[in-house]
């Protein structure tokens, strides 16, 4: 069985999203948007977004050692930016302390614009 079941049954016919899935632990209807299933709390996997491939870890360290150099940025894929970093030297270190911060708290996303794994 699916981790979620999409209610086929959506009243739209139009091909847009339905607007109720099932709890694969108990099978209650939930919003998919909802976070947790109101009935028994299992995660919602449809309502989870999406990340990156690359992950926090490697990119932190690059950062913190490499990050006048901009490799952080080339490891997420962001080509341009990287090159922008070697050029000024990381913006004179702003632009690295920023970018650093940023993994670390989780807002600094890949080149596809999402968020790095943890």
Known sequence: MN???????????????PNKVFCSE????????APNCPSCGAP???AMEPVSQKSMVPAALLCFF???????RFYVGKIIT???MILTLG????????????IIVGSFRDKDGLP???
Do not use: Y
């Open 3 to 17: 981790e979620l079941q999409m209610n086929q049954n959506d009243g739209h016919g139009d091909g847009q999203p």
């Open 82 to 84: 990287g090159i922008l």
């Open 66 to 72: 490499l990050g006048t150099f901009g490799i952080h």
């Open 91 to 102: 913006g004179l270190g702003i632009w690295v302390l920023i970018d650093f911060v940023m």
């Open 26 to 33: 108990c099978g209650h209807g939930m919003s998919p948007k």
């Open 116 to 118: 790095l794994r943890r």
């Open 44 to 46: 919602n996997s449809a």
